[in-house]
């Protein structure tokens, strides 16, 4: 039975994926700090231990290791987003060069967010803008991290997420609350571009990079067309049959940021993201459709 590491896999992303190996017939490991399943391995995202012996003969090491960023931008959260992130990513790829066998492929997580706001022009990983704020350096040092570290005998690829629509977690859990309380509008001009991704189909693209073993280096995973917020929030009030949603201005959208703990950039950032790497490769989605997606993952 083949083997894949998830690590820092007790969260959203990392539920789904274990889910999804395990009907795979995978053996499955995750790394985690609150040790509470029998495939659960303790580790602490920095230092080297008992871990790492995991690491050999597996087939996949997947690393999903980092801080929310769905909190104020306050140093103290600065820092621990930023060191979850290239500890963690440090730490495996040594760890993997002190294995025999080392794992056959190392699939680390990066964030579409690493491209610059754009309405209009498309951001693939060739042709993509990358910018120079705080959440586009975060990923940009991520990757620098992930790919300064040598690893000869090990796979490598960057996965740009873009937000992942699921049924027990991600970002439609938030918006399908809004909208039942009557908040289910445009989110500023609502024109921003929202680049998403179902769970099954984040799934179904790392099992497809797995398995097709000539490809490396960064790829984005969102749909081959983003919606954009308004068109969004509309298709979530029809899904969820409410009448009428109250929009947010960006002033009140930055009042109401500070009173619960995060920032505006999450929703107000324009993401015009493709997957022309995945598409070129011939991956094919299940769920390009935001209404189709959404039609499924509220259905009881």
Known sequence: MKKIIIAGGSGFLGQVLENYFNRKEYKI??????????????WNGKDLGNWVNELETAEVLINLTGKSVDCRYNEK?????????????????????????????????????IYKHALKKEMTEEKGEIGDDFSMNIAKYWE??????TNPKTRKIALRTSI???????????????????????????NQKVSWIHELDFARAIEFLIQNKKLQGNFNLSVPKPTDNKTLMKTI????????????????????????????????????????????????YKYTNFKNALQDLIKN
């Not at 490991?29 to 659960?40: A, G, L, P, S």
């Open 144 to 149: 620098e991290a992930f790919y300064s570290i």
């Open 237 to 284: 009030r029809e899904a969820l049959k409410i009448p009428f949603g109250i929009s947010h201005p960006k002033w009140l959208l930055d009042f109401g940021a500070k009173l619960i703990g995060t920032e505006t950039e999450l929703i107000l950032k324009s993401r015009n993201v493709i997957p022309k790497r995945l598409l070129d490769a011939g991956f094919v």
């Open 29 to 42: 490991k995750i790394f985690t700090r609150n040790t509470k399943k029998n495939n659960d391995v303790f």
């Open 164 to 190: 992942v629509m699921g049924k027990n977690g991600g970002a439609l859990i938030p918006l399908k609350n809004l909208t039942k309380i009557g908040l289910g509008g445009r989110q500023g001009d609502g």
């Open 77 to 113: 959260n600065k820092k621990l987003i930023y060191n979850s992130r290239i500890d963690s990513t440090n730490i495996l790829g040594l760890a993997i060069n002190l294995c025999e066998s080392p794992p056959k492929i190392w699939i680390n997580s990066s964030t579409a967010t």
